[in-house]
């Protein structure tokens, strides 16, 4: 139900998405932009194993 509450407006303002250099680039603005300090990762559905690694490698902390 609350999944119906979210609109493409809302994905667009706090979404990541792109290659490991653009995403971590648009998280750096997220962050300094909104004060978060706890993004959620969310990898889609079907991606592999591999791929759900990958992003979470590129956008570890460490990394921001």
Do not use: K
Request: avoid cysteine; charged fraction near 25%; charge should be negative.
């Amino acid at each position: 139900a609350a999944a119906n509450a979210v609109t493409d407006e809302m994905v667009a303002d706090l979404g990541v998405a792109g290659t490991p250099d653009e995403a971590r680039e648009r998280l750096r603005t997220l962050v300094a932009e909104t004060g978060i300090d706890q993004p959620i990762v969310v990898v889609p559905e079907p991606a592999s194993s591999e791929v759900a690694e990958t992003t979470i490698d590129a956008l570890a902390p460490e990394r921001l």
